[in-house]
Nanobody, 126 residues
Framework: EVQLLESGGGSVQPGGSLRLSCSAS????????MSWFRKAPDQTREGIAG????????LYADSVKGRFTISKDERNNILYLQMDDLQPEDTAMYYC???????????????????WGQGTQVTVAS
């Protein structure tokens, strides 16, 4: 059974950092395109970071470029999102997603992903 479980969310002050984890089961993170999305209240879901199979390519939304880093731990089957210099506008529920069966596609369009975690809340406030 395919499962994605996010963790690592919490409350931080502006300028702070968090690292989100997405533990995967039922498929290999290494060979799968995966992405992080977020949804703030009254806003549409936004794709913010994507990584290709084997981590060859990464892609970031302009809103997080230079501050967030997506990566994979292929041995432990975990997807990460390192978030630095967090700002109040980063407050949202964060989700990891996978595209299965694995293809060469990677990106930030949510309709191209068919496996989702339950989300982890990130709140940035002073």
């Amino acid at each position: 059974e395919v499962q994605l479980l996010e963790s690592g969310g919490g409350s931080v002050q502006p300028g702070g950092s968090l690292r989100l984890s997405c533990s995967a089961s039922g498929f290999a993170v290494a060979t799968t395109a995966m992405s992080w999305f977020r949804k703030a209240p009254d806003q549409t879901r936004e794709g913010i970071a994507g990584i290709s199979p084997h981590g060859v390519h990464t892609l970031y939304a302009d809103s997080v470029k230079g501050r967030f880093t997506i990566s994979k731990d292929e041995r432990n089957n975990i997807l990460y999102l390192q978030m630095d210099d967090l700002q109040p506008e980063d407050t949202a529920m964060y989700y990891c997603a996978a595209r299965l069966p694995a293809t060469s596609y990677y990106g930030l369009l949510d309709s191209n992903f068919n496996r989702w975690g339950q989300g982890t809340q990130v709140t940035v406030a002073s």
